[in-house]
Structures are given as structure tokens and as C-alpha cells.
């Protein structure tokens, strides 16, 4: 099998339940379709890949995001 390289979370939002059946080592599986609720180690990984577009809608939550991660490294 070949690992899919595009995590569809990157520039999600809405909150709608989904699930993933492709059976790769890195899948979550069933998740919620908003970035901001991906695992602390994926949101730290993913934040450098966000859209400018989701950026600017979501400037206050990425901010924030940002600042938390941040203090979380020390």
C-alpha cells in the first residue's frame, strides 16, 4: 500500500464526524473534521502547512494555538 501524504484535517473546520478505512499505520480513523481538534503532536506538525486563507478566518484560534505550542516547548 502507499501512505496517502495529505492529511484532509489541514485546513478543515466544521466539525462533521468521518471515517477513514485505509488501513494506514498513521490513520486515526474515524475523526472530526476540524484541524483544531487533531492531537497536540499533529497540530504542531501540520500548523507550518495551514492555507492562508484558514489563517485569516481562523487568525484569533491559530494565535492562540500558536502561543500554546509554544509554551508547551518551554
Request: net charge negative; with cysteine; aromatic share 12%.
Amino acid at each position: 500500500m502507499t501512505e496517502i501524504t495529505y492529511d484532509y484535517l489541514i485546513d478543515a473546520d466544521g466539525g462533521v464526524v468521518w471515517a477513514c478505512t485505509c488501513g494506514e499505520e498513521r490513520c486515526r480513523g474515524p475523526h472530526v473534521h476540524d484541524f483544531f481538534e487533531l492531537p497536540a503532536d499533529k497540530l504542531r506538525e501540520y500548523l507550518p502547512l495551514l492555507s492562508p486563507w484558514f489563517v485569516r478566518a481562523y487568525a484569533d484560534r491559530v494565535e492562540t494555538l500558536r502561543r500554546s505550542l509554544s509554551s508547551e516547548q518551554g
